[in-house]
């Protein structure tokens, strides 16, 4: 995770959305169009594994100020705040996103939310990726038997046959389930061709991690520690461990010890966990320095974590978050001298285009 090829003095070529080549500076002909990035510099476009639209996951008695703000309603269509959020990642830099889509007691259903997401992916350069996520809802637990039924028997098949989403996840410990019914939805998604991944929630880190690799989940999110046992399940598993910095800022508790997961060997990528509806971090900036600055990891760390570990959290590895011939052309060019400057950016984006697909994004 801390070594990052760095190459001066290059040019990418681009062809039909994907990188070509990269070369020395002149060693192709003048093409159709060229983004001049001389003196800046150039990063893969920067992925945000940890979005929500709708229901987040916060754990039971947690923050009552960070609940009051998640519950409060606005009148603003789903599709415009995930437009909104889409313009500001753009100009951010990050050219994907993993949104998590889980309806609660008052929300709308996990299918129109999902479509929404795919709408916003159709509208915009954006990447959005959409999760199912499957959530109590709100229930109280002598209710959620009857939940994972419908999740099971009716939400999880027609996620599937309307191909909104590739991913299903769930949320293991407080304010989400038990091992055991965690494990009997992920089984069923499973089984129907999706991906997975495991929200570890307080209480049941052990049992949630240990749920992720025996399934072969792509991720797991929310993981504070694990115990040595299951630090070892997810490392030879490959599951990579979304962190997620901003979270005890409004959520409380203490920050996820990142720099442990690392030095016993496990894949770690940094997410906002930012709700789409306006609560929490929304910068992969500002997320970047707070892992930085208060979880010990270096630059080059924080940056494969928002970049290709990301990626790998979202199944897209082979698509996105590094610059190789063969991968899509997602760029974030900054207006810096040497990426080290970076470090200094506690608060700034310091972005001067983002290109996806090898066509600049034109602020609008």
């Known amino acids: 995770m801390g070594e990052l090829e760095v190459l001066e003095n290059v040019e990418i070529l ?3 959305g994907r990188v070509a080549a990269i070369d020395c500076v002149g060693r192709h002909a003048v093409s159709d169009a060229t983004v001049d990035a001389r003196g800046r510099v150039v990063l893969p476009g920067l992925v945000d594994p940890h979005r929500h639209l709708g229901a987040a996951c916060v754990p039971d008695g947690g923050c009552e100020r ?3 703000a998640m519950d409060r309603r606005y009148s603003v269509p789903a599709e415009r705040q995930l437009l909104r959020s889409a313009r500001r990642a753009l100009a951010g ?7 998590k889509c889980g309806a ?15 709408s916003i992916g159709e509208a915009t350069p954006l990447r959005a990726l959409a999760a199912f996520l499957g959530t109590p809802r709100g229930t109280e637990r002598r209710g959620r038997d009857d939940r ?8 999880i098949p027609a996620v599937r046959r309307r191909r909104l989403a590739g991913c299903c996840e769930v949320a293991c410990g407080d304010g989400g389930y038990l091992p055991a019914q965690a494990e009997a939805i992920l089984r069923a998604a499973r089984g129907a061709g999706f991906t997975l991944g495991v929200h570890a929630m307080q209480g049941e880190f052990d049992a949630a991690a240990n749920l992720a690799a025996t399934l072969g989940a792509t991720s797991i999110a929310h993981l504070r520690d694990c115990g040595a046992r299951a630090a070892s399940s997810l490392r030879e598993s490959g599951v990579v461990s979304v962190v997620l910095p901003g979270a005890p800022f409004f959520h409380g508790g203490a920050s996820p010890n990142a720099r442990g997961m690392i030095d016993v060997g496990l894949a770690v990528a940094l997410g906002t966990d930012y709700r789409v509806e306006g609560f929490g971090v929304e910068s992969l900036w500002a997320t970047l320095a707070i892992a930085i600055e208060r979880m010990d990891l270096s630059l080059e760390e924080a940056i494969t974590s928002i970049s290709l570990n990301a990626a790998a959290a979202l199944d897209v590895a082979d698509v996105v978050g590094s610059i190789e011939p063969g991968k899509a052309a997602d760029l974030a060019i900054l207006d810096l001298d040497d990426y080290r400057e970076i470090e200094g950016c506690f608060g700034c984006e310091p972005v001067a285009m983002s290109v996806v697909g090898g066509r600049p994004v034109v602020p609008s």
């Open 93 to 99: 830099g990050t050219t994907t996103v993993g949104i």
């Open 104 to 118: 609660d007691r008052s929300s709308t259903d996990e299918l129109d939310l999902l479509a929404a997401v795919r």
């Open 66 to 68: 960070s609940r009051a």
């Open 14 to 16: 681009v062809v039909d």
């Open 148 to 155: 994972i039924s419908q999740t099971i028997g009716e939400a």
